[in-house]
Nanobody
Framework: QVQLVESGGGLVQPGGSLRLSCAAS????????MGWYRQAPGKGRELVAR???????NYADSVKGRFTISRDNAKNTVYLQMNNVQPEDTAVYYC??????????????????WGQGTQVTVSS
């Protein structure tokens, strides 16, 4: 069973930076596309960044140019570097992914059970 453990959240001032981590176990991590999602209070969960097993990336317009997704396959970990954060980035952040095999691509539909998430609060 795949387990996802997010960490690195906290309280940060507007304009500040945070680096989130998500450690995955129970899957062949390197063949997974991975993504970061967030859920703000009273809103649905949205995909903000994803990275294919081959390394290509996609970002939601709201975070483009400020957030960077990366991965370390040796550590089975995906990261989200968050720069110039704003109050609207306040949310619980989650990771998830999906296998990319036989030429298939993963486009963001979560396939694993959610982890506990990590809270990011942007406030002065």
């Amino acid at each position: 069973q795949v387990q996802l453990v997010e960490s690195g959240g906290g309280l940060v001032q507007p304009g500040g930076s945070l680096r989130l981590s998500c450690a995955a176990s129970g899957t062949s991590f390197s063949i997974n596309g991975m993504g970061w999602y967030r859920q703000a209070p009273g809103k649905g969960r949205e995909l903000v960044a994803r990275m294919a097993s081959g390394g290509s990336t996609n970002y939601a317009d709201s975070v483009k140019g400020r957030f960077t997704i990366s991965r370390d396959n040796a550590k089975n970990t995906v990261y989200l570097q968050m720069n110039n954060v704003q109050p609207e980035d306040t949310a619980v952040y989650y990771c998830n992914g999906g296998r990319e095999v036989y030429g298939s691509r993963w486009y963001g539909t979560p396939t694993y059970n959610w982890g506990q998430g990590t809270q990011v609060t942007v406030s002065s």
